[in-house]
């Protein structure tokens, strides 16, 4: 819509890394229970609205509602996409009669602590001393809008309570090092830490939808 490219160009403008949700037209759909000559022409619809906007293709896409199987991933890499999936979520994508959270701490402080586990065991990747977190948020949620600021700084603070050292700059804002970080994360290949004694801090990278 005329509404969403403003938007996008806005973001972008701003500094944001825009990449693939779904370019279906009025729908939001689980790219499982499509076609897959419409995921694809989904994907090459998305990709353009973006190009034209940022003045290159993107190079990541977010599944809808994270549902995949093979045939998805396959469609993403015909596409020249790769998955990006979240490790944090504000679960804010549907709103239940009301349009509040009143469980924004322990949802998000829950998830910190095994987020900390996977750190210790080796299973996040690391760019540059840091391990990139993503967090997914619904920006199109107003009680998300609205309350943006109060959930990141519950992350700083759970993350602080639960002993995972932050890097000095807690979230990453300038788009070329959010796009390497989320290349990283991205679903390419299972990655592990080799050094054991390698101890970099958690930089929150977050995703808006």
């Known amino acids: 819509s005329a509404a969403g490219r403003a938007l996008l160009r806005r973001e972008h403008e701003e500094g944001h890394l825009l990449a693939v949700h779904t370019g279906t037209r009025g729908s939001h759909e689980s790219h499982l229970h499509l076609a897959s000559a419409?995921?694809?022409?989904?994907?090459?619809?998305?990709?353009?609205?973006i190009a034209e906007i940022a003045g290159a293709a993107p190079r990541l896409v977010g599944a809808p509602f994270w549902a995949y199987d093979q045939a998805t991933l396959a469609a993403y890499?015909?596409?020249g996409l790769d998955m990006l999936l979240t490790d944090l979520s504000a679960r804010d994508g549907v709103v239940w009669g009301f349009n509040v959270s009143l469980r924004k701490r322990s949802n998000l402080g829950g998830q910190l602590e095994r987020l900390r586990q996977q750190?210790?065991?080796?299973r996040?990747?690391?760019?540059?001393?840091?391990?990139?977190?993503?967090?997914?948020?619904?920006?199109?949620?107003?009680?998300?809008?609205?309350?943006l600021a109060e959930y990141l700084r519950i992350l700083v603070e759970e993350a602080q309570a639960q002993g995972l050292r932050l890097a000095p700059k807690p979230f990453y804002d300038a788009r070329d090092d959010l796009e390497r970080a989320a290349q990283l994360r991205a679903f390419q290949t299972t990655r592990t830490q080799q050094d054991a004694s390698y101890n970099p801090a958690l930089s929150l990278s977050t995703v808006s939808r």
């Open 119 to 122: 750190a210790a065991q080796g």
């Open 124 to 147: 996040l990747p690391a760019l540059d001393g840091t391990l990139p977190v993503v967090v997914t948020f619904h920006d199109v949620n107003s009680h998300t809008a609205r309350s």
């Open 77 to 79: 890499e015909r596409a």
């Open 38 to 49: 419409a995921v694809a022409r989904s994907l090459d619809d998305a990709k353009a609205d």
